[in-house]
């Protein structure tokens, strides 16, 4: 039996990008909220920059995925079935320690989708229902960036000027300018200068660098540390094995068990599930009972179904110059290119995509294929003169693709595999789509030509980067008919009163940017609707 | 980590031929000893696997099984074996590839020869501020965002 704890207002279950906005936000009010985290808090000491190892580092005990990673706080994601493989981070702050931050917002027309293309759903909610917790997460995270992208809606002013584009950043804009496409400096979570007690980054060395590393935010600093000054208890190590609820469908609280094997019973009067695209519908779906014998909040049968990922291709250019250096600066937050983001109807697919420019790898990763395609360089006599031709000379587009639901790409639990807490592990299928493959298709065409435009003398083509899988998206559907939705409009379950969700398993449709910027502002309204009653 | 010390021993005589030694650049067993190999192995198990599998191709492989086992086979037809593997098995092969490829150019003595210069406060390694003036010809471009 598990142990009783007394009753608290709320609990967040999951620190990340979304459970760490919504507890500031909610800690404001003076409720007695309780975070709860699988993860431990992180040392950004602990960040593998600087140390000739770190490529090292970043391919196993860093790696994006956790199935490499293998860490205390990670559990095993059954991914043999899916052309990508889901990636996350485990800590207090989440994945916001093991990004790009990169921080694109949606556009407008991102949520109007069958209205303007007759695919999918609309959301219930629009970017202007958004756009005020937008501006509120950009101060709160620190965006650097400059207003005036002629592929987006004016905002409010950015907390800090862009990061530094680069001799390599200039090369692709001025190539775009010359095509006459879009192209616009990235919105980055990635602090430009000093700001709020995190240190601005010094426009100095590579991907590497710790002190880039540092400069970008993450949630245990920007929203959890001043949530506890509020009064938010932070409790980690600690896994949720399911939300429970009463004989009459109503919540009571979460079971979950700490490090030591124990396990609690916790009582609550909300429950806020924040555990990404991939965890959320695996604790729901573990949350079996009399009432709800096919997984909480699942009457529409939609929890773990509809996900999306945002498939990349990519396209890397060679360049022969002799001096290049193209690993200075961040390795993805440096230009955005949309102009191909919306459908047009001379295409043979719906919807578009964003190139997002890439610079190049350490040395380690350029010999493992990051500059040729994701194809690590032959081995034997070539393979001097392939790395020499590539390290520090190549440059990236990156095309991530909107990703339609559908139903047959979804989440699972396996019933007999289960991880050190006797919690079912989360299985995934996930096939890319014709419209996908189409739509990748034609990015790699443009790419190729803006890469050309730029000077490069050969360009290599990843039709479907498979490591790929940051984005975790559409598992617990967002809508207002319960029928075929899983949360109403204020990300609050149809079935269950006092049970929310609120990371990214609520979009109703993917938009074809970096979700981060629209997951926290969901987030933020969320615990607004909350106060607000 | 699941691997021998002889399956280590049979698996690091291949590494000169992954990366041999090309103008001023070493061969790989100049720079990544046998220990360290085995050190790096027994830090993690994600290629525990793919090596094991390799090392029993090895041993099966017919010239290897003629000759008297791995350790005796030439040059020559170690060469061979790895293009056999490579094509055969590449998922287990490409682990191989891996790790000497990340302990290779993990060495500060490699970092030194391909210039690659991580220090932060290098003034080399410093970018220019953000420039405006590169946004003159893109804020032309009317706003072309769908307004719904």
Same mark, same amino acid.
């Given at each position: 039996?598990?142990?009783?704890?007394?009753?608290?207002?709320?609990?967040?279950?999951?620190?990340?990008?979304?459970?760490?906005?919504?507890?500031?936000?909610?800690?404001?009010?003076?409720?007695?909220?309780?975070?709860?985290?699988?993860?431990?808090?992180?040392?950004?000491?602990?960040?593998?920059?600087?140390?000739?190892?770190?490529?090292?580092?970043?391919?196993?005990?860093?790696?994006?995925?956790?199935?490499?990673?293998?860490?205390?706080?990670?559990?095993?994601?059954?991914?043999?079935?899916?052309?990508?493989?889901?990636?996350?981070?485990?800590?207090?702050?989440?994945?916001?320690?093991?990004?790009?931050?990169?921080?694109?917002?949606?556009?407008?027309?991102?949520?109007?989708?069958?209205?303007?293309?007759?695919?999918?759903?609309?959301?219930?909610?629009?970017?202007?229902?958004?756009?005020?917790?937008?501006?509120?997460?950009?101060?709160?995270?620190?965006?650097?960036?400059?207003?005036?992208?002629?592929?987006?809606?004016?905002?409010?002013?950015?907390?800090?000027?862009?990061?530094?584009?680069?001799?390599?950043?200039?090369?692709?804009?001025?190539?775009?300018?010359?095509?006459?496409?879009?192209?616009?400096?990235?919105?980055?979570?990635?602090?430009?200068?000093?700001?709020?007690?995190?240190?601005?980054?010094?426009?100095?060395?590579?991907?590497?660098?710790?002190?880039?590393?540092?400069?970008?935010?993450?949630?245990?600093?920007?929203?959890?540390?001043?949530?506890?000054?509020?009064?938010?208890?932070?409790?980690?190590?600690?896994?949720?094995?399911?939300?429970?609820?009463?004989?009459?469908?109503?919540?009571?609280?979460?079971?979950?068990?700490?490090?030591?094997?124990?396990?609690?019973?916790?009582?609550?009067?909300?429950?806020?599930?924040?555990?990404?695209?991939?965890?959320?519908?695996?604790?729901?779906?573990?949350?079996?009972?009399?009432?709800?014998?096919?997984?909480?909040?699942?009457?529409?049968?939609?929890?773990?179904?509809?996900?999306?990922?945002?498939?990349?291709?990519?396209?890397?250019?060679?360049?022969?110059?002799?001096?290049?250096?193209?690993?200075?600066?961040?390795?993805?937050?440096?230009?955005?290119?949309?102009?191909?983001?919306?459908?047009?109807?001379?295409?043979?697919?719906?919807?578009?995509?964003?190139?997002?420019?890439?610079?190049?790898?350490?040395?380690?990763?350029?010999?493992?294929?990051?500059?040729?395609?994701?194809?690590?360089?032959?081995?034997?006599?070539?393979?001097?003169?392939?790395?020499?031709?590539?390290?520090?000379?190549?440059?990236?587009?990156?095309?991530?693709?909107?990703?339609?639901?559908?139903?047959?790409?979804?989440?699972?639990?396996?019933?007999?595999?289960?991880?050190?807490?006797?919690?079912?592990?989360?299985?995934?299928?996930?096939?890319?789509?014709?419209?996908?493959?189409?739509?990748?298709?034609?990015?790699?065409?443009?790419?190729?030509?803006?890469?050309?435009?730029?000077?490069?003398?050969?360009?290599?083509?990843?039709?479907?980067?498979?490591?790929?899988?940051?984005?975790?998206?559409?598992?617990?559907?967002?809508?207002?008919?319960?029928?075929?939705?899983?949360?109403?409009?204020?990300?609050?379950?149809?079935?269950?009163?006092?049970?929310?969700?609120?990371?990214?398993?609520?979009?109703?449709?993917?938009?074809?940017?970096?979700?981060?910027?629209?997951?926290?502002?969901?987030?933020?309204?969320?615990?607004?609707?909350?106060?607000?009653? | 980590?699941?691997?021998?010390?002889?399956?280590?021993?049979?698996?690091?005589?291949?590494?000169?031929?992954?990366?041999?030694?090309?103008?001023?650049?070493?061969?790989?067993? /100049?720079? $990544?000893?046998? !220990?360290? +190999?085995?050190?790096?192995?027994?830090?993690?198990?994600?290629?525990?696997?793919?090596? &094991?599998?390799?090392?029993?191709?090895?041993?099966?492989?017919?010239?290897?099984?003629?000759?008297?086992?791995?350790?005796?086979?030439?040059?020559?037809?170690?060469?061979?074996?790895?293009?056999?593997? /490579?094509? $055969?098995?590449? !998922?287990? +092969?490409?682990?191989?590839?891996?790790?000497?490829?990340?302990?290779?150019?993990?060495? &500060?003595?490699?970092?030194?020869?391909?210039?690659?210069?991580?220090?932060?406060?290098?003034?080399?390694?410093?970018?220019?501020?953000?420039?405006?003036?590169?946004?003159?010809?893109?804020?032309?471009?009317?706003?072309?965002?769908?307004k719904v």
């Amino acid at each position: 039996m598990p142990k009783n704890l007394p009753f608290v207002d709320i609990i967040i279950v999951g620190s990340g990008a979304s459970g760490g906005a919504c507890a500031w936000k909610l800690s404001e009010s003076g409720a007695k909220v309780v975070l709860l985290e699988q993860g431990n808090w992180f040392d950004q000491n602990d960040y593998p920059g600087d140390s000739n190892d770190w490529e090292i580092v970043s391919k196993n005990s860093f790696s994006f995925n956790p199935n490499i990673r293998k860490l205390d706080s990670d559990y095993k994601i059954l991914d043999e079935n899916s052309d990508i493989h889901p990636l996350m981070y485990n800590a207090v702050g989440g994945s916001t320690h093991h990004w790009t931050a990169h921080t694109p917002r949606f556009h407008p027309s991102d949520f109007r989708v069958k209205t303007l293309d007759g695919v999918a759903d609309d959301w219930p909610i629009s970017y202007w229902d958004l756009e005020e917790y937008y501006d509120l997460n950009d101060v709160m995270m620190g965006c650097s960036g400059i207003n005036g992208d002629p592929a987006n809606p004016p905002r409010s002013p950015r907390p800090m000027p862009p990061l530094p584009l680069g001799k390599d950043g200039e090369r692709i804009a001025q190539a775009a300018d010359r095509l006459g496409w879009h192209w616009w400096p990235s919105d980055s979570y990635q602090a430009s200068e000093d700001y709020k007690g995190r240190n601005g980054w010094n426009n100095k060395g590579t991907y590497a660098s710790k002190k880039k590393w540092k400069s970008i935010a993450s949630t245990d600093h920007t929203y959890i540390t001043p949530a506890i000054q509020n009064g938010l208890e932070v409790r980690t190590n600690c896994a949720v094995q399911n939300v429970s609820v009463d004989n009459n469908g109503n919540l009571t609280g979460v079971i979950y068990v700490d490090s030591k094997g124990t396990q609690y019973f916790q009582e609550a009067g909300k429950v806020i599930l924040a555990c990404n695209g991939i965890g959320t519908p695996r604790i729901l779906l573990n949350s079996k009972s009399k009432k709800f014998p096919n997984g909480l909040a699942n009457s529409s049968g939609l929890v773990g179904k509809n996900l999306m990922y945002h498939p990349y291709a990519s396209a890397t250019g060679l360049f022969n110059e002799n001096d290049l250096n193209y690993t200075l600066g961040p390795l993805a937050n440096i230009i955005i290119v949309q102009e191909f983001y919306e459908t047009d109807p001379k295409r043979d697919f719906l919807r578009g995509y964003s190139f997002q420019m890439n610079r190049s790898h350490g040395p380690a990763h350029t010999a493992l294929g990051s500059g040729s395609g994701g194809v690590s360089l032959p081995w034997g006599k070539g393979h001097h003169d392939e790395f020499s031709k590539r390290f520090k000379k190549y440059l990236g587009l990156a095309i991530i693709s909107e990703d339609l639901p559908e139903l047959h790409n979804r989440v699972e639990i396996d019933e007999n595999l289960k991880d050190k807490n006797d919690i079912p592990l989360p299985k995934i299928f996930y096939k890319t789509s014709q419209n996908t493959r189409k739509l990748l298709d034609h990015g790699l065409k443009s790419a190729e030509k803006l890469l050309r435009e730029a000077g490069s003398y050969e360009v290599i083509k990843q039709p479907l980067i498979e490591t790929a899988g940051w984005h975790l998206m559409g598992t617990a559907k967002m809508g207002v008919d319960p029928n075929t939705s899983v949360v109403n409009p204020e990300c609050q379950t149809h079935d269950v009163e006092n049970l929310y969700i609120i990371d990214g398993s609520v979009f109703t449709t993917s938009a074809a940017v970096n979700p981060t910027p629209t997951i926290q502002a969901i987030a933020l309204r969320t615990a607004d609707k909350i106060l607000k009653g | 980590m699941s691997i021998s010390k002889l399956e280590i021993n049979i698996l690091y005589d291949f590494f000169d031929l992954i990366i041999p030694s090309h103008e001023n650049m070493p061969p790989a067993s /100049e720079v $990544i000893s046998e !220990d360290e +190999f085995e050190k790096f192995l027994s830090s993690t198990n994600k290629y525990d696997v793919g090596l &094991s599998n390799l090392v029993s191709f090895i041993r099966k492989e017919p010239t290897a099984r003629v000759m008297g086992g791995p350790m005796v086979v030439n040059e020559k037809q170690r060469a061979d074996i790895l293009v056999f593997m /490579e094509s $055969i098995i590449p !998922d287990d +092969f490409s682990t191989l590839i891996e790790t000497v490829y990340l302990l290779y150019y993990s060495k &500060s003595e490699i970092h030194k020869k391909i210039n690659w210069d991580t220090e932060e406060e290098s003034e080399e390694n410093k970018m220019e501020p953000f420039d405006p003036s590169i946004l003159k010809n893109i804020s032309k471009k009317t706003p072309f965002w769908k307004k719904v």
